[in-house]
């Protein structure tokens, strides 16, 4: 059935439920001819769960768990992907960098890493990493060593602000707030980088001691907020004071400069140890700006095509690095189409030559099956959210630049290993892993693996009741450049 003929019979819909039946068949058909073509790397690997490639793994590792990046994957997947699939050591490119995993765990193992970050809090966690494990002094943890023990913002007769956006007004109890100012009022009075210690530190506990909680696409509020959200009240559950998690997070930091298991390092780099570098802003606009051939390793996870606004969920962590209304705005639009709110980007005036990766994109007939039953949908009103269409066309033609800039800058017999989930709308699979595979063979890379986790994830909530708990796959790409 056409796009134009399927969009007609919704509308008229003398048959329920036929011509998203067909719709659906259409999808499906595609699918299993992709599928039937890369059946020769897709693959279970048992040694990858769901804990590995989230931060679950990360919640007691040194460094790692100082501040609570949900989307991270931990240091040990990036440990088993560069053991299984890359050279003994060279130079690594994470394009969605975020708090900077990839990036450390590889220098941890001799690489040197370079890192793209769109959000200013990614880029502070590993701008402030860095400071901690690379530049900090023992005069510094001696100063952590007083907060902890002094607590000297209690009495502090200075006063930061604390900045807040429209999302996050009414985030902290008033106790909790002027706690808050009072602890960026004594922290402005102490030298680097001790003074940037402090303020990470700060941004590490914003969550715990507010009323918030972070959960994907927005952020929670507990009901003591006074803020009603759904129909069902949220209980956080018990919320530190102020000065029990600041303490207990400056511990922990300082637990974490004693290197390993001994006494605390001076300032500088282990021998053993990669360089770190970091590139401020979207992947879209760095990546064009590499040289060619001058990575052995692309090791990331880019944003899921699933919703989630990060703009949203770091909203409190973006307020307090000074981020505004205007700022937010911003950023939703420059990071990779994942929400509605997304706007479509003109992506040859970001770089002409990307022609090649969007005729890739528009002539995927995967991809294509699934846009015109998604605009059929919205054309007759069946969608949930009009801007979910426009949304997944964005993401794929971006990731599909994504990608031809990956193959460009790896050098010849580089890989790209990536981590990403397939997603569901209004009953639709949508095998990302199996369409951008389609994309990079296409762009000239070579697919080697498609690591399929033992455990498939479930569907969304708000389709359950309809579609039921259907497992999609969440995988690990391996492509690697001729």
């Known amino acids: 059935m056409t796009s134009a003929a399927l969009v007609d019979a919704m509308e008229r819909d003398t048959e329920p439920g036929s011509p998203a ?53 931990s240091p040990t997947l990036v440990e088993y992907l560069l053991r299984e699939y890359a050279t003994l050591n060279g130079r690594l490119l994470d394009p969605f960098a975020g708090s900077g995993a990839a990036l450390f765990a590889a220098a941890s193992a001799g690489w040197d890493a370079d890192g793209v970050e769109l959000l200013p809090i990614g880029q502070e966690i590993i701008r ?29 007769s200075h006063r930061g602000v604390l900045p807040s956006l429209r999302i996050t007004q009414g985030a902290y109890s008033p106790q909790t707030a002027d706690s808050i100012e009072r602890y960026l009022g004594a922290a402005s009075t102490e030298p680097n980088p001790t003074q940037q210690i402090l303020r990470f530190a700060l941004l590490c506990v914003l969550e715990v001691v507010s009323f918030t909680r972070k959960d994907g696409q927005y952020l929670r509020w507990d009901y003591r907020s006074g803020r ?31 290197r390993d298991g001994g006494e605390f390092l001076p300032t500088g780099k282990r021998p053993s ?8 802003g ?52 420059q990071m990779l189409s994942c929400t509605v709110e997304n706007r479509a980007k003109d992506l040859l005036a970001i770089n002409p030559k990307w022609n090649a990766a969007i005729d890739t994109a528009n002539a995927q007939r995967l991809l294509g099956d699934i846009l015109d039953y998604l605009e059929a949908l919205k054309a007759a009103g069946k969608l949930n959210n009009s801007g979910v269409p426009r949304m997944v066309r964005g993401y794929f033609h971006e990731m599909a630049c994504v990608i031809q800039e990956c193959r460009r800058v790896l050098r010849p017999g580089g890989v790209v290993l990536m981590v990403n989930d397939n997603v569901r709308y209004a009953g639709a699979g949508v095998s990302v892993d199996l369409i951008l595979s389609d994309f990079a063979q296409s762009l000239g890379l070579a697919i080697e693996k498609i690591l399929v986790l033992p455990c498939g994830k479930g569907n969304s909530s708000q389709q359950m009741g309809e579609y039921g708990r259907t497992p999609l796959r969440k995988c690990v790409y391996v492509w690697r450049k001729p």
């Not at 073509?37 to 590995?52: C, G, K």
């Not at 494990?133 to 023990?149: G, T």
């Not at 140890?273 to 401020?280: I, N, P, Q, Y």
Request: hydrophobic content about 35%; glycine content about 4%; proline content about 5%.
């Open 21 to 73: 039946e067909a719709g659906l068949e259409s999808i499906s058909q595609s699918d299993e001819a992709l599928r039937e073509r890369f059946s020769h790397a897709i693959a279970v690997d048992p040694f990858l769960t769901r804990a590995l490639v989230s931060y679950q793994n990360s919640k007691s590792v040194p460094a790692y768990r100082w501040f609570k990046y949900k989307e991270a994957f």
């Open 128 to 156: 402030a990493r860095l400071r901690i494990e690379r530049e900090a002094s023992r005069a510094d943890k001696r100063a952590l060593l007083r907060w902890i023990n002094d607590k000297p913002w209690t009495g502090s």
């Open 228 to 258: 009603r959200q759904g129909d069902r009240p949220f209980d956080k559950g018990q919320i530190p004071d102020f000065d029990t998690a600041m303490i207990a997070k400056l511990g922990e930091i300082v637990d974490d400069m004693q």
């Open 273 to 280: 140890e990669g360089a770190v570098r970091l590139f401020s």
């Open 282 to 333: 979207s992947c879209l606009e760095i990546l064009p700006q590499l040289p060619d051939d001058s990575y052995d390793v692309i090791l990331t996870s880019p944003p899921y095509c699933n919703r989630y606004d990060y703009t949203r969920t770091y909203a409190l962590e973006l307020a307090l690095l000074g981020v505004d209304e205007a700022g937010i705005t911003r950023l939703r639009q």
